[in-house]
C-alpha cells in the first residue's frame, strides 16, 4: 500500500459512541468510515481510548469506565454501555471499524491516548486501574499494588530489587525450590528479590501485594548520604515469606495510607521509601554500619528558611530530598533535626501547614473547593475533603457553613 496522502484522525468516541443510545448498532459505528467516503481522505487514523481504558474486546487493558462508581455525565455512561453491549453480542467495536475501513480500501491506523486521565479513581472514567496501582516516586523507586490468583508465573532476570509485602490473603501461593514447592505467605509477610533473580511461583488462591522497586544505585546514594561512605561491595538478601514488624509498619501506615497519585502525599512517600530503604540497607545487606547520631536540631537560619520555604510552596509536591536540599542535608539527618526542631516529622507539618492554609481560604466564599484543593497541594477536590474530614471531622463545605 502506498503511502496516505490524506489522514484523517477519528477520536472514535467522541462523534460515535458517545452519540447514540444503547444499544448501538453494527451500522452506526461503520459511519466512522463511510462518512469519509467520496472525500481526498485515503486513511484513518482512530483512537482506541486512553492508555490501558479502551473501548474494545482486550485482554491485555482495561475496558474503559468498568471502574466508575458514579458517571460524571450521561455521555460517558453512553459509551460504556454500547461498547459493553457490543462486546457481549461478541461484535468487537474496534474489528467492526477495522473491517469497514479495508472493505472501502482505507488504511487503518490504531492510535491511544497516553497522557489523559489526571483526576482521582472515583472522578475519572478514563481511569486505568493499572495507572492508579503503579507509581514512581521523585528519587527514582517505583510502587505497585498487585493483585492475583490461579496462576503460575516465572520471575527471570530484574534489573531491580523488589521488596514485596503480603497486604491480604496469600496463604495458597507457592514457591518452587529444589526440593519441591513451599508457601509461607501471608497478612504482612514478606519477600525480597534481588536483582537478577530467577523464580517460580505457583499462584493457588488469591493474594494481594504491595511491591516495592529499586536499584543498588539508590541504595549507594542512601549510604552516601546517610554515612558520607559507600559500600565497596553490595549484595541484597534473598528472603521468602519473611516476618519483619518494621516494613510491615512502614507499608501500612504510609504506604498504604496515602494516596499515589496525589501530590499532597508525595512527601508522606517519599519520606516512607527512604526509611525503608534505610531498614534493607542495615538489615538485608553485608553493611551492618550503625545509623550516624543526631543530636541537635536545624540551625535558626535553616529553621526560618525551611518554613519560608514550605508556606511558599504548599501547592506543590515537596518530596523529602527537595526539603534536605533546602538545608543542604542528606534526607535522613534533615528528617530527624527538623523533627527535633519543629516537633513533627516533615510530612506531618507539611499536611498540618495545608489545612490551615484550607481553612483560612474556606473562610473565602468566592473561592471554589476545587481552586482550595490546588492551592493546597491536592490533585482533587475528593481528595482535598477526604483529607480535611479525617483531620477536622467534618466536610469543607460544611466547615464554610459554620463559619459563615
Not at 444503547?22 to 467516503?37: F, G, H, I, K, S
Not at 508522606?268 to 526509611?275: F, G, I, K, V
Amino acid at each position: 500500500m502506498s503511502a496516505p496522502r490524506m489522514m484523517f484522525y477519528h477520536d472514535g468516541r467522541h462523534p460515535l459512541i458517545y452519540m447514540y443510545e444503547p444499544p448501538m448498532q453494527r451500522e452506526e459505528y461503520e459511519q466512522a468510515v463511510d462518512e469519509l467516503l467520496g472525500t481526498p481522505v485515503d486513511a484513518l487514523m482512530y483512537s482506541l481510548g486512553d492508555g490501558r481504558t479502551v473501548l474494545h474486546e482486550t485482554e491485555v487493558g482495561e475496558l474503559w469506565g468498568h471502574n466508575v462508581r458514579k458517571w460524571p455525565h450521561i455521555i460517558f455512561q453512553r459509551a460504556h454501555r454500547n461498547a459493553l453491549n457490543s462486546i457481549r453480542k461478541g461484535e468487537d467495536p474496534l474489528r467492526i471499524v477495522c473491517d469497514r475501513a479495508r472493505e472501502k480500501g482505507i488504511a487503518f491506523y490504531p492510535t491511544l491516548l497516553v497522557q489523559q486521565g489526571r483526576r482521582s479513581r472515583e472522578e475519572d472514567v478514563r481511569c486505568s486501574d493499572f495507572r492508579f496501582d503503579n507509581a514512581h516516586l521523585e528519587n527514582g523507586t517505583g510502587l505497585a499494588a498487585w493483585y492475583n490468583e490461579r496462576d503460575l508465573i516465572a520471575l527471570e532476570n530484574a534489573d531491580h530489587h523488589t521488596l514485596s509485602l503480603y497486604t491480604a490473603d496469600g496463604y495458597q501461593s507457592y514457591f518452587k525450590a529444589a526440593d519441591g514447592w513451599h508457601n509461607g505467605g501471608g497478612p504482612d509477610r514478606l519477600c525480597l528479590l534481588p536483582r537478577q533473580y530467577t523464580s517460580t511461583w505457583n499462584i493457588r488462591g488469591p493474594l494481594s501485594f504491595v511491591h516495592l522497586y529499586f536499584t543498588d544505585q539508590h541504595l549507594r546514594q542512601l549510604a552516601e548520604q546517610t554515612w558520607d561512605r559507600s559500600p565497596l561491595n553490595l549484595s541484597v538478601d534473598e528472603r521468602l515469606f519473611a516476618d519483619d514488624p518494621q516494613i510491615a509498619l512502614l507499608y501500612r501506615h504510609f504506604l498504604l495510607q496515602a494516596n499515589w497519585h496525589d501530590t499532597s502525599d508525595r512527601l508522606t512517600l517519599s519520606s516512607a521509601s527512604t526509611l525503608l530503604l534505610s531498614h534493607v540497607l542495615r538489615h538485608y545487606t553485608q553493611v551492618n554500619w550503625q545509623l550516624p547520631g543526631v543530636t541537635g536540631g536545624l540551625a535558626p537560619r535553616q529553621r526560618l528558611h525551611i518554613c519560608d520555604y514550605i508556606e511558599a510552596h504548599l501547592d506543590q509536591p515537596m518530596p523529602l530530598s527537595e526539603l534536605a536540599a533546602q538545608c543542604q542535608l542528606s534526607e535522613y539527618h534533615f528528617a530527624r533535626m527538623f523533627k527535633r526542631s519543629i516537633g513533627v516529622a516533615p510530612h506531618q507539618y507539611v499536611s498540618q501547614r495545608r489545612l490551615a492554609l484550607a481553612r483560612q481560604l474556606l473562610g473565602n466564599r468566592h473561592i471554589s473547593l476545587q481552586e482550595i484543593a490546588l492551592r493546597c497541594g491536592f490533585s482533587s477536590a475528593s481528595h482535598f475533603s477526604n483529607r480535611f474530614r479525617q483531620a477536622m471531622g467534618v466536610s469543607p463545605s460544611a466547615y464554610r457553613t459554620s463559619i459563615s
